[in-house]
């Protein structure tokens, strides 16, 4: 199950948070703080999956933006980390090309988003 959802710029500054279960706001920020501290202390030839706490961090890196989502200890890694590559095409997609300044402008119209996925969702061919 997915705990949250972020995105970050390389100088740690986080530009998205979605929680999918309650945090106190002053929790979130050490956790946001100590999540992002980790994730961008590793190199690109580490693993994109790390341990942390109770859960497991799942991250990409595009660019200048990383995307980072905690799941619990019995999420599929490879799942989500496939979920963050969809994510982002879709982003890609709907914005053409995503930058820092797009994820603001996603993040303020978020309530339209669905609709527009919904209309351009993947066909899976089997």
């Known amino acids: 199950m997915i705990k949250f959802f972020l995105m970050v710029n390389k100088q740690g500054q986080t530009r998205l948070s979605k929680y999918y ?8 920020t050490l956790l946001e703080t100590e999540v ?3 994730c ?9 999956f790390i341990e942390y706490k109770d859960f497991k961090l799942i991250y990409r890196q ?12 019995t999420e599929n ?5 496939e979920f963050i590559h969809n994510f982002v ?27 527009y996925l ?6 899976r061919i089997r």
């Open 89 to 115: 095409e879709v982003l890609d997609e709907y914005f053409s090309r995503v930058s820092e300044l797009d994820v603001s402008f996603f993040h303020c119209y978020e309530p339209s988003f669905p609709q």
């Open 21 to 28: 279960e309650h945090v106190e706001i002053n929790k979130r």
């Open 40 to 48: 961008l202390s590793r190199s690109n030839e580490q693993c994109s």
């Open 36 to 38: 992002i501290k980790s």
């Open 118 to 123: 919904a209309k351009h969702r993947p066909v």
């Open 62 to 73: 595009y660019a200048a933006l990383f995307i980072v989502v905690g799941v619990n200890d």
């Open 77 to 81: 890694e490879m799942a989500i980390y």
